[in-house]
């Protein structure tokens, strides 16, 4: 975006706002940078603290543009927090549904277990009574042959 907005500048100022390199220590040495050069092909005009100012300008968009990114940052992280949160609450409701549900589960175990106890005394007597019952019904067979 950064890129984008310094080429729209560049393209507003009449091409007159290049962001190159600066230029060599040596400037004897080195051949003639894309700075000294307009875009129409003739020499750039330049103005003593044209770089400190395009410096400045430069450093105004990307102080701006990391600001705005970090705004938009915090704020996504602060909906990430908030529905983290909602979730976190959401589970631990269903953790806590959960868990009531185990301990009626279990509940119920015990007393279904409690009903079979009593099932099977219930039928240990019965088949007490029904052996002692076919037994008199056998004497009493016998008592009267």
């Not at 091409?15 to 040596?26: E, K, M, N, S």
């Not at 990391?66 to 990430?80: F, N, P």
């Not at 909602?86 to 175990?109: F, G, K, M, P, V």
């Amino acid at each position: 975006f950064v890129h984008r907005r310094l080429v729209q500048r560049a393209a507003a100022s009449g091409g007159r706002f290049d962001v190159t390199l600066p230029a060599p220590a040596d400037a004897d040495a080195a051949a003639p940078s894309s700075s000294s050069v307009a875009h129409d092909g003739g020499p750039k005009q330049a103005w003593p603290g044209q770089d400190d100012v395009l410096a400045m300008e430069l450093d105004a968009i990307l102080a701006s543009q990391l600001d705005h990114q970090r705004s938009l940052y915090e704020a996504r992280m602060g909906d990430l927090a908030t529905q983290h949160q909602e979730a976190l609450d959401r589970e631990h409701q269903l953790a806590e549904a959960e868990e009531a549900r185990h301990q009626q589960l279990l509940r119920e175990i015990t007393e279904a277990e409690r009903q079979r106890k009593a099932l099977d005394r219930e039928s240990v007597a019965s088949r007490k009574a029904c052996v002692e019952a076919e037994e008199r019904l056998s004497f009493v067979k016998d008592l009267n042959q």
